[in-house]
C-alpha cells in the first residue's frame, strides 16, 4: 500500500527450558552409582560441577576413569528436543596383598603311663599367595598357592633300649594349605626283662636257690633278699656279700643281656673243747693159795687227759678242723705192792707212754704163794699185816701210790667234750681180807705141829 507507513515490531524471545544429567557409574559393577539432574535455560550455566562428587567417592575408594564434563561448568544448550547427559566413570581402587599359611607335623613319644620317652619331632611347611583386595568392597581376589602341595617324609620312631614303639616309622604325609595340622603320638611299650637272684654257699661253692624275676623295662620287681638273708641266718649262715644291697630289684632296659645278682654266704662256726682221758688201772690179785682169785691190793689207778679245741661247722654240726692235743707225761713206773709170803709175776709196771688214740690200759699182777724149801708141800705161811706200801704216780695225786710190771691189757678209753674226771687214789690196806688170810694161816701152823 502506497501510503502505508513503515511499522517496526520486536519479537521477544524467551529460552526454553533444558534438561541436563551427569551420571556416576561404577565401572567394576556396571552400576549407576547416582544421577545429578539440572534444569535451566537455553545457553545458561548450571549451578553444579562434578568436582565435589568425585572426591566424595575418591574418599570411598573409587578413582575416576573419566569425565564427560571435565569438572567443569555445564551449560545448557539450546536444543529442546534432546536432553543433555555426561557421564562419570569410576573404578575400584586396589591394594596388592600377601597370604600365608603354615602346617604342622608333630609327632609325640611317650611311655605308656604318658611320660614323655623322646623329645617331639617337629616340622612344618609354609605356602604362601598373592592377591588383590578391592578396597571399595574390601574383596580380595587370591591367586593361586606356591606350592600347590607339600610331602612330609616318613619319619623312623627313635630306638630306645628296652621299648618297642607302637609305630616303627610314621609314613609319609601329603598336606595342601586346606590341610589339618599333622599330629601322631608314638607308644614305647617296655619290654620284658629278666632278673635272677643267685644264693651262693662259699664254703662248698654250691647253688643254694636261684630266684628269677621277670618284668617291664626300669620297673620295680617289688623283690629284695632281706627275708632270704634272715632265713639262713636262722640256718647259722652268715652274710659274706650282696649284690642288691638289699634293695629292691629294678630292671633295667638292656635286652640283650639278663641281669644276674648274687648273694654269698658262708657256713657259720663255733669253737668246741674236745677232752679225752686215757686211763691205767692195776690190779692185783692171788694167784693161788687161800684166796685165790681175791684182791690182793687196792687197784692203782691214774689218768692223762688230753684237750684240744676243734672248729664246728654250724650249719651242717660237722668238725671242719681239729686242733693240736696237748701233750702229757707218761705214765709212771710203778712198783707192785710186797705181799709177804707171795710173789707178784711183775714187780714193775711202766713207764707207759700214752696218746690221743691210746686205749685206756688195764694189767693184772698176780700174787704167787712162796713154797716152804723145807717141805715143799707146805707153803710159808706169811705174817706181815699189810703189804709193803709202794711210791705213787707223783703227776696225779690221788693214786695209791703203787706201781706195776710192763705187762698190761687195755679197755675202752673215755673221750667226752667236757666231762669232769674223777683223780688218782689208791690206799694200801688189806683191811678184813687180810685178816682172814691170817686166820687161815693160823690154822695151817697148828696143823703142821700136829703132824
Known amino acids: 500500500m502506497p501510503n502505508s507507513t513503515d511499522q517496526e515490531f520486536t519479537v521477544i524471545y524467551t529460552a526454553d527450558s533444558q534438561n541436563l544429567d551427569v551420571t556416576f557409574i561404577d565401572d567394576n559393577t ?17 549451578k553444579y560441577t562434578t568436582g565435589n562428587d568425585i572426591k566424595n567417592y575418591e574418599d570411598l575408594h573409587y578413582v575416576p576413569v573419566s569425565d564427560d564434563t571435565n569438572k567443569g561448568v555445564l551449560t545448557f544448550d539450546h536444543d529442546s528436543k534432546i536432553d543433555q547427559h555426561y557421564f562419570v566413570h569410576l573404578r575400584h581402587d586396589t591394594n596388592s596383598v600377601n597370604d600365608h599359611v603354615t602346617k604342622n607335623e608333630t609327632i609325640h613319644y611317650v611311655y605308656e603311663n604318658g ?7 617337629t616340622t612344618n611347611t609354609t605356602f604362601t599367595r598373592i592377591g588383590t583386595q578391592d578396597l571399595v568392597t574390601k574383596k580380595i581376589t587370591w591367586n593361586g598357592w606356591t606350592p600347590e602341595s607339600h610331602d612330609f617324609k616318613e619319619v623312623d620312631s627313635p630306638v630306645i633300649a628296652g621299648y618297642t614303639p607302637n609305630i616303627v616309622t610314621v609314613e609319609a604325609q601329603t598336606v595342601t594349605p586346606s590341610s589339618d595340622n599333622i599330629e601322631k603320638t608314638v607308644v614305647y611299650k617296655a619290654d620284658r626283662q629278666k632278673a635272677t637272684v643267685t644264693y651262693i654257699d662259699d664254703t662248698t661253692g654250691k647253688t643254694l636257690q636261684t630266684k628269677e624275676l621277670t618284668g617291664g623295662s626300669d620297673s620295680d620287681s617289688g623283690y629284695n633278699t632281706k627275708a632270704t638273708i634272715a632265713d639262713y641266718e636262722g640256718q647259722n649262715y652268715e652274710l659274706v656279700s650282696d649284690s642288691t644291697d638289699g634293695n629292691n630289684v629294678v630292671f633295667d632296659h638292656d635286652d640283650s643281656v639278663d641281669q644276674s645278682y648274687e648273694v654269698h654266704l658262708k657256713h657259720g662256726t663255733v669253737n668246741w673243747t674236745e677232752n679225752k682221758t686215757v686211763t691205767e688201772t692195776i690190779h692185783y690179785i692171788y694167784q693161788n693159795g ?10 692203782y689207778t691214774a689218768k692223762r687227759e688230753f684237750t684240744r679245741t676243734n672248729t664246728v661247722d654250724n650249719v ?15 705214765f709212771a713206773e710203778v712198783a707192785s705192792p710186797v705181799i709177804d709170803g707171795y ?15 691210746s686205749q685206756n690200759i688195764v694189767v693184772d699182777v698176780y700174787y704167787t704163794m712162796n713154797v716152804n724149801p723145807d717141805n715143799p708141800n707146805n707153803p710159808v705161811i706169811p705174817t706181815p699185816d699189810n703189804p709193803t706200801p709202794n711210791n705213787g704216780d707223783k703227776n696225779h695225786p690221788g693214786s695209791n701210790g703203787q706201781q706195776s710190771s710192763t705187762g698190761s691189757h687195755s679197755s675202752s678209753q673215755a673221750s667226752d667234750k667236757q666231762l669232769p674226771q674223777t683223780g688218782d687214789s689208791e690206799k694200801s690196806t688189806l683191811g678184813l681180807g687180810l685178816a682172814a688170810l691170817m686166820t687161815t694161816l693160823g690154822l695151817g701152823f697148828r696143823k703142821k705141829r700136829n703132824n
Do not use: R
Request: charged share 30%.
Open 30 to 46: 556396571k552400576k549407576t552409582l547416582k544421577t545429578v539432574k539440572q534444569e535451566g535455560p537455553s545457553d545458561s550455566q548450571a
Open 115 to 121: 611320660k614323655t620317652a623322646k623329645p617331639d619331632h
Open 290 to 299: 687161800p684166796h685165790a682169785g681175791e684182791t690182793a691190793a687196792k687197784d
Open 316 to 330: 651242717t654240726g660237722k668238725v671242719v678242723s681239729y686242733g693240736e692235743w696237748n701233750t702229757v707225761d707218761p
Open 343 to 357: 710173789t707178784a709175776d711183775k714187780t714193775m709196771v711202766g713207764p707207759m707212754s700214752v696218746d690221743p688214740d
